[in-house]
């Protein structure tokens, strides 16, 4: 019995030692992207830290490195859309930059902190494209009273804000392909956001009625936002030399514009991920009840 | 294009700056699948594991974990925290036993009175592993939310540069640099803040001040509204290769 079971076990030990020696490679294979896929999601959690830190730091020079030089690049900040890298230069360098006076860094009284979190990463399964959603609160405070290298006036504000970011595989690396951006609320710091749409306040006009966001519109209906406003970019490159190249409307973005439009206009920026136990892909349509 | 990195000031830096802590790529050099494989597994497992190391330091601080905390870091191990450096477990006890360290208010507890809100909300990690897998740095920040009931609340964020060593399979914080970004009364606009001192004064050493640190720290924190990126970025630009170092 015993002299079987060690036969058997030699048998068995034999067999284990062969299958390891001509396992199929497609196994390791498979095993390798899986742990592949792993990888990926932290160098993309990796790079979206790089972005938030210098975005943090308002080195913004150094943003449009992180996208991919490929064609179809693209930025989506405010319903303006602009392209490729040179696009991405233009939005960060040419309009953020010039904002703080051009200085590609930290500048006395300005305070931009932002609290990245709550990442879905979803790597494609050939492992050369992958797309994110990200949230963050967002607490720009662009000046210390007097002090501004821009000028600017405004105070301290929370802002909530989602991303929904695509990229594309940069040799062992990855870089951004699509940069999504949806700021759908913003309130005073300390004062709440339920206190806003506040006529005559933060910009919102005196008379602003049920339908007052759609003053804040981009698209390219609407380009009677006033010159230095928030949306003065409504003008396209290269008539504005800090111009989207064109723009989509909150209903092509699921993004509205007003300040805390969420409080007279509920939107939902587009999910990239199917429900991680259905796998269906799960839309929903902005609410049409309310004010 | 309008892409417009290099300034005199940026090469300045450059020239100033130290060699930047590179990433490395697991595979490189691999062609046995079976390498690759083990490379890609540890390399997860390494993130998972310096993530894992600095999110228990977040929570076992607002817990007052203070012996827990210790474990966390190797004998020898430094903390830049506040103005002053504290080197080695006796001092780090005597650091995170301190008011500087914690509420005053919770000073001398070993678990955290109901009273008092402690909450650091660590996030935000940029991970770079070694090429040999055995050292590590990352930056973190946190999110603060402070307070004692009835008697005040403090809203602050702070910047994090760890560096870790992995011993006998176990990730370890070998140096921690803590810079305040910003701290102010909750709810009180941005606007009203009282300026801060841009460098505070120098500290009183050990023993001199019982709960001082060692030696002066290496890294100026001016808080907000002063610019400050301090810690430095242990990491490059991915797309420069640059080591981005401002004043």
């Known amino acids: ?291 | 294009m309008m892409l417009r990195v290099y300034s005199i000031m940026t090469v300045a830096a450059i020239a100033l700056a130290p060699a930047p802590f590179v990433m490395a790529r697991p595979t490189e050099g691999l062609q046995d699948e079976r390498a690759m494989l083990e490379a890609l597994v540890t390399r997860a497992e390494d993130y998972e594991a310096i993530k894992r190391v600095s999110y228990a330091f977040g929570y076992y601080r607002d817990e007052l974990m203070v012996d827990e905390m210790l474990g966390l870091f190797t004998g020898g191990a430094s903390v830049d925290y506040a103005n002053g450096k504290y080197v080695g477990k006796g001092s780090l006890r005597r650091l995170f036993e301190s008011d500087r360290f914690r509420p005053s208010e919770a000073v001398g507890a070993t678990a955290l009175p109901p009273n008092i809100l402690n909450d650091h909300i660590m996030m935000r990690p940029v991970i770079t592993i070694e090429a040999d897998g055995r050292t590590a740095k990352a930056r973190l920040k946190d999110w603060n939310m402070l307070g004692v009931h009835g008697k005040w609340q403090v809203e602050s964020s702070g910047i994090y540069e760890f560096s870790y060593a992995k011993i006998e399979g176990a990730w370890k914080i070998t140096k921690l640099a803590y810079c305040t970004r910003y701290s102010h009364p909750y709810l009180t606009s941005l606007r009203d803040v009282p300026l801060p001192e841009r460098a505070p004064a120098e500290p009183k050493f050990y023993p001199s001040d019982r709960n001082g640190p060692d030696r002066q720290t290496d890294f100026a924190c001016p808080p907000w509204p002063h610019p400050s990126m301090a810690p430095p970025l242990h990491y490059p630009n991915p797309g420069t290769g640059e080591l981005i170092h401002r004043p």
């Open chain 1, 1 to 291: 019995m015993i002299r079987c079971l060690a036969l058997a076990a030699l048998a068995l030990g034999g067999t284990t030692a062969a299958a390891r020696d001509s396992a199929p490679t497609a196994e390791v294979e498979a095993l390798v992207t899986r742990a592949g896929v792993l990888n990926d999601i932290y160098d993309i959690e990796r790079l979206h830290g790089v972005y938030a830190y210098q975005q943090d730091n308002r080195l913004f020079d150094y943003q449009p490195y992180l996208f991919s030089e490929d064609e179809g690049v693209e930025t989506h900040f405010m319903n303006g859309v602009y392209r490729g890298r040179e696009g991405a230069a233009r939005l960060w360098t040419g309009r953020f930059g010039a904002a703080q006076g051009g200085v590609n860094m930290p500048t006395f009284g300005y305070l931009i902190d932002k609290h990245d979190a709550q990442g879905i990463i979803t790597v494609s399964p050939d492992r050369k494209t992958a797309k994110a959603r990200f949230r963050t609160s967002r607490d720009p405070a662009p000046v210390y009273p007097g002090t501004s290298l821009a000028g600017e006036t405004l105070i301290g504000v929370d802002q909530s804000v989602i991303y929904e970011m695509d990229y594309v595989r940069n040799g062992d690396d990855w870089r951004f392909k699509t940069w999504r951006i949806c700021i759908y609320a913003q309130a005073y710091y300390g004062a709440g956001y339920a206190v806003l749409p506040k006529p005559g306040v933060m910009g919102i006009p005196a008379d602003l009625g049920p339908d007052g966001w759609k003053k804040y519109d981009l698209s390219p209906e609407k380009l009677t936002a006033t010159e230095g406003s928030v949306n003065a970019a409504n003008t396209y490159y290269p008539q504005n030399p800090v111009g989207p190249d064109r723009t989509e409307t909150p209903e092509q973005s699921g993004c509205y514009l007003a300040r805390n439009q969420v409080m007279s206009k509920p939107a939902v920026v587009p999910f990239h991920f199917a429900h991680p136990v259905t796998g269906a892909f799960v839309t929903q349509l902005p609410s049409q009840e309310g004010k």
